[in-house]
Nanobody, 119 residues
């Protein structure tokens, strides 16, 4: 069993930055791929970024490529999402995701953290 707790969301002006954190519990964290998804009001949840268990490979949605950076610290069982040059369209609830692959049918989800970007 893995539990995920996100933090770091908030209100920021366009062009600003935020760093999200996702703290995990459970012994299998280090072998899981980790990812971030987001869901804006009235829209479906969408993939944002993912990182393999080793941290050697990262993947991004085209909409955030060059602005967001995903990283992980297996010793701290934490995955991060550094978000720079934020835009109003980045406003959403951001969810942490963990599992053998991203996405995956039996993956674990966090409760989400709100990110609001004002124009």
């Amino acid at each position: 069993q893995v539990q995920l707790v996100e933090s770091g969301g908030g209100l920021v002006q366009a062009g600003g930055s935020l760093r999200l954190s996702c703290a995990a519990s459970g012994r299998t964290f280090s072998v899981f791929a980790m990812g971030w998804f987001r869901q804006a009001p009235g829209k479906e949840r969408e993939f944002v970024a993912a990182i393999r268990w080793s941290g050697g490979s990262t993947f991004y949605a085209d909409s955030v490529k060059g602005r967001f950076t995903i990283s992980r610290d297996n010793g701290k069982k934490t995955v991060y999402l550094q978000m720079n040059s934020l835009k109003p369209e980045d406003t959403a609830v951001y969810y942490c995701n963990a599992g053998p692959k991203i996405p995956g049918p039996e993956n674990y989800w966090g409760q989400g953290t709100q990110v609001t970007v004002s124009s």
